[in-house]
């Protein structure tokens, strides 16, 4: 009798729970395969930890083949799943496509950054949900002070040390506690301007830091970010974000240079291609975390809305305590529908507390209702990680103890630039790559408000792959130099380059080519210069007319214009038929460089020119923070 073939979508909190729990209870009984974009688990609570230098971003990440020796690792990302046929299709890493055939399916794909719709936010601003993301900040940060201690201008100055976080739940606050420490070490090697510090702005509408812990907790942490030097500002949002600032609800504009967004999450949008009911767009299941009329579909984590028998009526929020457990029920309750042991028993949980690092020996921490501060809560938080990590224990309390004694590493690394990490993507864990395979390309796994961009890397839009369907090579929707602007609704318009070099200083579009080098475009080509002072491109205002145009030489191949090669009345392509004899070719001139052929002659090297597929080179591009319209208790949910 054949093995049955379970599907886990997922490898987070709830995904790599349930692959582990189920790898226990089969003993070998069935076939486990485990689907994620990564081969390894990532604990995300000390993901600001990596960002402030204090964790080796290895750290805080699991190997899946090391910790689950007996679950099938499958590298890739749902695309589609057939529930009538029982097959899910996923892309590789590397754009090659594969089919898996399931008895059992548990869904666990997490979720991604929450949008919403304020002009700016998705062209200037980074989320804070993956590695990539906590990498570049890292950088930034870093070259942000590095280039403040530098400048002879007190505006820029300012501006480069000025940070803007907005959202002020889990991560949000973690964020802002860690990066003014990180900030501050790093002005004492870099001293600023006479009078200048490191600035840091904390953002949310709701009238208080963490709004869904209890007052007290709150109180803590709000008091010990406003003595650290944060700016903390309750109940107030954000109108635009610029390239050079942001505009709030009161109309102060703050020049800045980093946004960094942490409104919350949204389910991944693979969840509302099934077509199945949703619940504020999260997989609606019972309380055995088994779909309704589907028993061979399971969902957990924050996909899945689990009904809280705690607070009859409501869901359990989308945090990582909850995934943690989800996974654990979700897969005994697969294990007992293929008869492998166990019964099905509802999700039901016992509040435990929560801890949030605020960096240092600073913590606020609620263990079992017991409300701690200052040291004891530090202890208590570093103690509940270290027992929560599945792996890396060891090595997390080394780089703990190290950061202790000696000082942190502030150096720019380069990794991972501003265009790898876009706001509104359907895969924060993975950077993107210039050329890299699309990411769920399918249509119907990007429906919704605020569905991620199709052409998350450089497709074109079409899902096609690298080189596939593009126009002219452009960069993907959403990256610099794409044209595109993006709304809270998930829709792309077109924008032209005027409107693009709005809100930067001359009103131009500057381009961030060197004057010498002309840029690639379509089919070969230079793109038109548009740089101050720079030569006009061709087909502009005061430039040279192009061919085709009036005014302009006749392109070839058209009326009145030379002839192309190989049509009537132009000169017959080689190895045609009536024209010269291609090289290398029969009764042909050799090739140079080919036997009996002339010597190559030494040719000047070319500077190197970037891809086509890869966005100019040159500054990243400054972010500014954004408007929060979501209601307060959903704000930073599934970020603890």
């Known amino acids: 009798m054949s ?46 930890q990596v960002a402030a230098g204090i964790l080796e971003p290895r750290r805080v990440t699991v190997s899946l083949s090391g910790t689950l020796p007996h679950v099938r690792l499958v590298l890739g990302e749902a695309d589609r799943i057939d529930l009538d046929e029982r097959t899910l299709h996923y892309t590789g890493p590397e754009g090659d496509g594969g089919t898996l055939t399931y008895d059992r399916l548990v869904i666990a794909a997490g979720s991604v950054n929450k949008l919403l719709p304020v002009p700016g936010v998705a062209e200037h601003a980074h ?38 976080v907005v959202g002020a739940g889990y991560t949000g606050t973690e964020v802002a506690a860690h990066g003014q420490m990180f900030t501050d070490a790093q002005a004492r090697k870099h001293p600023l301007r006479q009078g200048m510090r490191p600035r840091w702005i904390l953002l949310d509408v709701a009238p208080r830091v963490l709004p869904e812990m209890d007052d007290k907790l709150s109180a803590t942490a709000d ?69 309704p009329g589907r028993p061979e579909l399971f969902a957990c984590g924050d996909a899945a809305a689990v009904p809280d028998l705690e ?23 697969v294990a007992a529908s293929l008869g492998l042991g166990g019964e099905h028993k509802p999700y039901r949980h016992r509040d435990l507390g929560f801890v949030v690092d605020l960096g240092g020996a600073k913590a606020a921490a609620n263990p079992l209702g017991v409300a701690l501060s200052g040291v004891l809560a530090g202890a208590v938080t570093r103690g509940y990680h270290l027992a929560a990590m599945p792996g890396n224990r060891v090595r997390v309390a080394a780089d703990w103890l190290l950061d202790a004694v000696l000082p942190r590493q502030a150096v720019q690394l380069g990794l991972v630039r501003s265009w790898s990490v876009p706001l509104d993507t359907s895969s924060p864990e993975v950077a993107r790559v210039p ?22 890397t450089y497709d074109g839009g079409t899902g096609a792959g690298p080189g596939k369907g593009r126009a002219g090579d452009e960069p993907a929707k959403g990256q610099p130099g794409s ?59 005061g430039g040279e007319p192009a061919r085709n145009q009036p005014g302009g030489e006749p392109a070839e191949g058209q009326p009145g214009g030379e002839p192309a090669k190989s049509q009537p009345g132009g000169e017959p392509a080689r190895n045609q038929p009536g024209g010269e004899p291609a090289r290398n070719q029969p009764g042909g001139e050799p090739a140079e460089g080919q036997p009996g052929g002339e010597p190559a ?40």
């Open 435 to 456: 050329g890299g395979p699309g990411r769920r390309h399918e249509a119907s796994a990007r429906s919704g408000p605020g569905a991620a961009v199709r052409a998350d």
């Open 311 to 333: 607070k009859p009526g409501s869901y359990t929020p989308m945090t990582a305590q909850h995934a943690w457990r989800h996974g654990k029920v979700a897969a005994e309750n």
């Open 601 to 640: 002659r030494s040719q000047p090297v070319p500077a190197p020119q970037p891809p086509d597929d890869q966005p100019p080179p040159g500054p990243d591009i400054a972010p500014g923070p954004v408007k929060r319209s979501d209601a307060p208790d959903h704000s930073a949910k599934g970020d603890s």
């Open 127 to 164: 989320g804070f949900r993956g590695l990539p993301e906590a990498l570049y900040l890292r950088d930034h940060v870093t070259r942000q002070v590095e280039l403040a201690a530098a400048a002879e201008d007190p505006e820029s100055c300012a501006a480069r040390c000025t940070f803007v």
């Open 3 to 48: 093995r049955p073939r379970i599907v886990i979508v997922g490898a987070g909190f709830a995904g790599y729970r349930a692959a582990r729990t189920l790898a226990r209870r089969t003993r070998g009984r069935a076939h486990i395969t485990l689907l994620n974009p990564t081969d390894y688990f990532l604990y995300l609570p000390l993901l600001p």
């Open 483 to 541: 044209g595109v602007k993006l709304s809270g609704s998930g829709a792309a318009e077109r924008r032209s380059e005027t409107e693009l070099a709005k809100g930067r200083p001359g009103g131009e579009p500057a381009s961030t080519w060197p004057a010498d080098k002309p840029a690639k475009g379509p089919l070969g080509g230079t793109r038109a210069r548009s740089r101050p002072g720079g030569e006009p491109a061709e087909g502009q205002p």
């Open 223 to 291: 008091r010990v970010l406003r003595q650290r030097g944060v700016d903390v500002r309750m109940g107030t949002s954000v109108k635009e974000a610029l390239p050079d600032g942001v505009v709030l609800s009161d109309g102060e504009f703050v020049e800045t240079r980093t946004l960094v967004w942490c409104v919350g999450v949204r389910p991944d949008p693979l969840v509302e291609s099934l077509g199945l009911p949703l619940e504020e767009g999260r997989l609606l299941v019972d309380p055995h975390l088994q779909v």
